[in-house]
């Protein structure tokens, strides 16, 4: 079964150029996590949706950060303007239902120059 | 504020051994523990889950402990291989927060053949 896809699976851009970070769910999953990875400050949760509706969006470090997801196979994380400090690994992992685990992509590095 | 948090950062063990790594948390409220293992350049990976009604669970050459008295969780390995060297997180699932997870910050294992 093919699990979470990310792409691009690498990005190096200069700062102030927007950035858009695509996730396809696995099919059939309800819930849509978005995560960055640093090492100070581990992995840590960005936003989240269930059924394609953003629920918390507490974890989004700024208004230069969005995400949507128009339907059920599909989200995207923008930044705009990106910034040197965004560099990061950024995740994107579904669930089936609650209770169940979250499974990840292999993630999008992110260096911005 | 409440989190999940690992004793060990890092874990040598010797090829064939059994390997522990621990886990605290902090939230009574918790309800689902899981264990992740993320090897480099790749996503948290799946291993094992727990609820919080059971103290066991376990897998293929893995076993998860659950001691709510004490807050404290625990990932066995037995038999520990080359390939199971990775970074192995904890994460709770707090009741009642829509299936946000918080992660611990991550415990290396390495494997010595």
């Known amino acids: 079964d093919a699990g979470v896809i990310q792409s691009p699976r690498h990005e190096v851009t200069e700062m102030g150029q927007e950035v858009t970070l695509r996730c396809k769910p696995i099919?059939?999953?309800?819930?849509l996590f978005w995560y960055r990875q640093t090492m100070m400050r581990g992995l840590e949760l960005l936003i989240y949706f269930n059924n394609n509706v953003p629920i918390d969006d507490s974890g989004m470090p700024e208004d230069r950060f969005s995400a949507k997801m128009p339907n059920a196979s599909f989200s995207t994380l923008k930044i705009q303007p990106s910034e040197p400090r965004d560099s990061a690994v950024y995740f994107c992992a579904s669930r089936f239902g609650a209770g169940q685990p979250q499974h990840f992509g292999d993630g999008t590095r992110l260096s911005i120059l | 504020g409440e989190s999940v948090g690992l004793h060990l950062p890092t874990l040598s063990v010797q090829e064939g051994d059994n390997s522990i790594i621990n886990c605290a948390y902090s939230n009574s409220a918790s309800d689902y523990f899981i264990w992740y293992k993320q090897e480099s350049g790749k996503g948290p990976q799946f291993i094992i889950d727990i609820r919080s009604n059971m103290d066991k669970r376990q897998g293929q050459r893995v076993t998860v402990l659950l001691n709510k008295t004490v807050k404290h969780l625990s990932l066995q390995i037995a038999a520990t291989q080359p390939g199971d060297s990775a970074v192995y997180f904890c994460a709770e699932n707090i009741a009642n927060q829509g299936g946000k997870l918080i992660f611990g910050q991550g415990t290396e294992l390495s494997v010595k053949p």
């Open positions: 099919s059939g999953h309800n819930s």
